[in-house]
């Protein structure tokens, strides 16, 4: 079963910052935050990742609170592009594991409508 | 650079008939993943593999083979097919080890229906 929640859809506006909520309160110690987006039916894509500290990169913004129990995913300056589903998952980093613990469990992620 | 390529895209099968889904990727990536997507939902692992020559289940294994037999490629195989089995099949690949990015990487699906 997937370790997070995360509403069902969220819409925003084209060129506005979208903001997407993630719970994962029995995160462990070991457990990386991990953001995947699906854009219609292609295969999901990588946006970011991180353990306990703020990460930017060229897509998005992830911020992890103090306790590690929630996060939200920044997209700054939203396009109608980023319509999408975006998936939260919690996975352990790949030297702690050797099977099945290391793998993507999907849940049914938020459906990103971005607005005109 | 092709990333992760499957092979067929579409393919309409009768019940009761077997095929095998391809997947190839050209990054070195030790770890390697199918998984299946039905309407509304998220993906679901069917199997997975940490390394050549080994295989192991995911979460709806049932009615699925796979065999890793080269380090870039992953076979998926239905022996007889279910209408059950319609869904979309997506093949993932990712680096182990923690000096390197980790992050998986997905093929584009393949889209199988079971008349």
């Known amino acids: 079963d997937a370790k997070t929640t995360q509403p069902p859809s969220m819409d925003c506006a084209e060129g506005r910052a979208a903001n997407l909520p993630c719970n994962h309160s029995?995160?462990?110690?070991?457990?990386?935050v991990y953001w995947y987006r699906q854009i219609h039916s292609q295969g999901p894509q990588y946006i970011i990742h991180?353990?306990?500290n703020n990460e930017t990169n060229e897509m998005a913004s992830l911020i992890i609170t103090e306790d590690r129990k929630s996060s939200t995913l920044i997209l700054p300056h939203a396009t109608l592009r980023d319509t999408a589903v975006y998936y939260c998952?919690?996975?352990?980093?790949?030297?702690?594991?050797?099977?099945?613990?290391?793998?993507?469990?999907f849940g049914k992620g938020t459906k990103l409508s971005v607005k005109p | 650079n092709a990333g992760v390529t499957q092979t067929p895209k579409f393919r309409v099968l009768k019940t009761g008939q077997s095929m095998t889904l391809l997947c190839a990727q050209d990054?070195?990536?030790?770890?390697m993943y199918w998984y299946r997507q039905d309407p509304g939902m998220g993906l679901r692992l069917i199997h997975y593999?940490?390394?050549?020559?080994?295989?192991a289940k995911g979460e709806v294994p049932d009615g699925y083979n796979v065999s890793r037999l080269k380090k870039q490629n992953f076979l998926l195989g239905l022996e007889s097919a279910a209408p059950s089995q319609t869904s979309v099949y997506f093949c993932?690949?990712?680096?182990?080890?923690?000096?390197?990015?980790?992050?998986?990487?997905f093929g584009q699906g393949t889209r199988l229906t079971v008349v």
């Open positions: 990054m070195n990536h030790e770890y």
């Open positions: 991180g353990l306990k």
């Open positions: 993932a690949s990712s680096y182990r080890s923690d000096s390197l990015n980790t992050e998986a990487f």
């Open positions: 593999s940490v390394g050549e020559g080994t295989t």
């Open positions: 029995t995160i462990s110690g070991n457990e990386y």
């Open positions: 998952i919690v996975r352990p980093r790949p030297s702690d594991y050797g099977g099945s613990q290391g793998n993507l469990i």
